[in-house]
């Protein structure tokens, strides 16, 4: 906008003008200005800030959330039954056997207590922020620079190259009256909201490291058999536990191995968002996982019922088709969907 503005004639400059040359501006530029409870709104589009050629948007960055589903502890003695989640890879809800989930998961059975739980920890999106401030000169300047224009020659193409450089800083001298609101909307799913497993420890931990943890591709479930203690009246489930971090740690055959490396648990991977700068260049690995919604037969030939709504971020309302409402692809706001509340 600032770029756009210099180049327009001096009866348009706020500086010469003042309040009418800002009205003048947009009646020129034919803009129209949408605004939100009152206040003017102004949307930023990506641009390329180091030479790459890859636009970036200054106020988008990937965030992960969690969730968990699971299987009724009925289910270990019949040893039949599903459940259906919802997968945003194929924007549906997807059917999970008991035996097929039962099969992948990474720790063994003690007790017909024990619960069989999939828990889908990187689910990434891209959110965008927003900058809720006051205008004017009450909250800073923009700084203008000497800028400059080179024009070359290269006569063996024949051609004439032209780089323009512009120098601007915009300085806020009053930090109360501006406020960074952090990830208010998504724009665009990346990954690790599947239905997909992790098949054992060291396929996990391999895409920890290569940070493949949430990206399009990569599997998204982890199935754990978790002890009563663990899963009984909770809604919210934190795999940093490190009663979970040992349950991980443990093959099939009972035997702890608590020198295996676990992917984001370890080091940096789970770390805390609190002192994370805003404009970091890394993703923060999840731990946290709500329950979700579910449907859930207890055998083969029943009808599927809802069993859970969700709890997690993304509220009650998940249904098959979500995702392009989620992301304000359509149009359309997220569709309310009149589940039970009372639900578990």
């Given amino acids: 906008m600032g770029m756009y503005v210099s180049m327009l004639p001096e009866h348009t400059s706020y500086k010469e003008s003042g309040p009418r040359g800002e009205t003048q501006l947009i009646k020129q530029a034919n803009l129209t200005m949408p605004t939100l409870r009152g206040s003017t709104v102004f ?30 502890t009925k ?3 019949t040893e039949t039954g599903s459940i259906y989640i919802y997968s945003a890879d194929s924007d549906d809800f997807e059917k999970i056997d008991y035996k097929y989930a039962a099969d992948r998961a990474w720790n063994s059975k003690k007790l017909n207590t024990d619960k069989l739980v999939l828990f889908r920890p990187h689910q990434t999106w891209n959110m965008n922020s927003a900058i809720l401030c006051e205008s004017g ?41 501006m406020r960074l609101m952090e990830d ?30 949430g990206k399009m591709g990569s599997p998204s479930l982890i199935a754990l058999w978790l002890p009563e203690k663990l899963w009984k009246s909770k809604t919210n489930i934190d795999m940093r536990d490190a009663e979970i971090v040992k ?67 993304w509220g009650p309302n998940i249904y098959p088709r979500c995702k392009n409402h989620r992301i304000g692809l359509t149009g359309c706001h997220i569709k309310e969907q009149g589940h039970k509340k009372s639900m578990i």
């Fill in 137 to 177: 000169e009450a909250l800073g300047y923009t700084f203008h620079g000497n800028h400059s224009f080179l024009l070359q020659t290269d006569s063996l193409r024949k051609l004439h190259i032209g780089h323009y450089t512009y120098y601007s800083r915009s300085v806020v001298h009053d930090e109360k009256r």
């Fill in 247 to 313: 349950l991980m740690q443990t093959g099939k055959d009972g035997e702890v191995d608590q020198n295996k490396s676990i992917g984001g648990l370890d080091s940096n991977g789970f770390g805390e968002t609190n002192n994370m700068e805003y404009t970091a260049d890394y993703t923060v690995d999840n731990s946290v996982c709500f329950r979700s919604m579910q449907y859930t037969k207890m055998k083969d030939d029943d009808k599927p019922v809802i069993t859970s709504i969700n709890h997690g971020h």
């Fill in 75 to 77: 289910m270990n003695t």
């Fill in 184 to 213: 208010i909307f998504c724009t665009g799913y990346v990954g690790g909201e599947g239905h997909e497993f992790y098949e054992d420890l060291e396929t996990y931990d391999n895409a920890g490291k290569q940070s493949n943890m």
């Fill in 43 to 72: 949307e930023i589009e990506a641009f390329d800030t180091d030479f790459s050629g890859v636009p970036v948007n200054q106020l988008e960055r990937a965030r992960q959330c969690g969730e968990y589903f699971e299987f009724d």
